[in-house]
């Protein structure tokens, strides 16, 4: 099981991101563009959201529709998906995020960010 500690770990863990609030909730940005939120400024959040493909998401919701969903009447309109923070593992989590951070993030920070591992 993941929290929203582990959300903000992960995401402040890559390159050139910040967090900044919008909409009262947690926002994650690289370069000033969002790639994850927290549902709440609660400390105890129990969704994120993350930037993805729509065509990616589909896919995913459909294979594990118990972890991924869509926020009724806002995230079918942009490339984003939702999270259960209770219903996924640190390691899973980290790999949303990152792919998150890689689909916003220019083509140059994401070269130094590949050629640093």
Do not use: C
Not at 55 to 77: M, T, Y
């Amino acid at each position: 099981m993941a929290t929203a500690a582990d959300v903000r770990r992960l995401a402040l863990g890559l390159p050139q991101t910040s967090e900044m609030p919008a909409w009262m909730q947690p926002t994650f940005r690289v370069r000033d563009k969002i790639f994850a939120s927290l549902s709440s400024a609660d400390p105890d959040a129990v969704e994120m959201g993350f930037a993805i493909d729509k065509q990616e998401r589909l896919e995913l919701i459909a294979s594990e529709p118990e972890v991924f969903f869509l926020k009724d009447g806002h995230d079918e309109n942009y490339n984003f998906a939702r999270v259960r923070l209770a219903h996924i593992d640190v390691d899973e989590l980290t790999e949303v995020i990152t792919d998150a951070w890689r689909r916003i993030a220019p083509v140059g920070l994401r070269r130094q960010f590949d050629e640093s591992d």
